[in-house]
């Protein structure tokens, strides 16, 4: 036989292993992405486009345009 | 891969068939034989081949052969190392050995991407009409000024970058 014997491998249950591995990592990581986004992406816009509209005033806004020349009906 | 597997079914539904029909005749003719190119050999991804590496045996390999056939606790390691040796080229360890490749065929990738980056360079100086009138510097500042103007994407986008105040951009 040969001079020193190997531990014997893993022979069992490999599968579920590496599914009960992949599955927690898989949802760790797709509810960090979830919440990364809703907080980096969704809220950052919602809150700008409330900042932005808190107080806009549009007609301002088209007297601006307006004097910046870039309509055709009027002047 | 898959396709090796899907021919070794075919090869081995194939042989079946035709050495079921042949048996009465008592030569077997083993099927369509297929050149030896790949299905002695084994790979990462077909670890177990349908040929045995090693076909044409001499007497001492022929009588450990047919000590195969008996009870295996009787071999040596030594035999039945030579009977690995016999059956497959390679060990595991020896058949996913790393190599350095990669290094050639990055190094080759890049190379041509300096070739090509070179030629068209060439190209753009000798060879490239003149810039149409929308893409000259002029006609973009004019451009942006116009965007700037009618306030395009003000909350996230362009105009939400531009200080209307100080006309200037955004710090």
């Known amino acids: 036989m040969a001079p020193e014997v190997l531990p014997k491998p893993q022979m069992r249950g490999l599968l579920a292993r590496r599914l009960r591995f992949h599955m927690a990592t898989a949802f760790v990581l797709s509810l960090g992405v979830a919440a990364l986004y809703k907080v980096g992406v969704a809220d950052k816009r919602k809150k700008a486009y409330a900042d932005f509209y808190r107080n806009y005033d549009a007609m301002k806004d088209f007297e601006e345009m307006r004097k910046a020349g870039i309509f055709q009906s009027v002047k | 891969m898959l396709p090796k597997a899907a021919w070794s079914l075919v090869l081995r539904k194939g ?24 299905n002695c050999y084994a790979q990462r991804h077909y670890p177990m081949p349908e040929e045995p590496f090693c076909t044409e045996l001499n007497a001492e390999q022929q009588a450990l052969k047919e000590k195969e056939k008996g009870s295996w606790t009787l071999l040596t390691h030594a035999e039945k190392v030579a009977l690995y040796r016999l059956q497959f080229n390679e060990t595991f360890a020896e058949m996913n050995r790393r190599s350095n490749e990669w ?12 070739f090509a980056a070179l ?7 000798y060879m490239f009409p003149p810039k149409p009138i929308t893409l000259t510097d002029e006609w973009k500042a004019k451009q942006l000024q116009r965007m700037l ?3 395009v994407n003000p909350v996230q986008g362009l105009a939400s970058h531009w200080d209307y105040e100080k006309k200037q951009w955004k710090k």
């Open chain 2, 103 to 114: 290094k050639t065929v990055m190094g080759c990738v890049f190379f041509f991407f300096g």
């Open chain 2, 119 to 125: 030629v068209i360079w060439w190209q753009r100086v």
């Open chain 2, 15 to 38: 042989g079946r068939g035709r050495r079921g029909m042949h048996s009465s005749e008592g030569t077997a003719c083993g099927g369509g034989k297929t050149p030896r190119y790949t």
């Open chain 2, 149 to 151: 103007d009618m306030k």
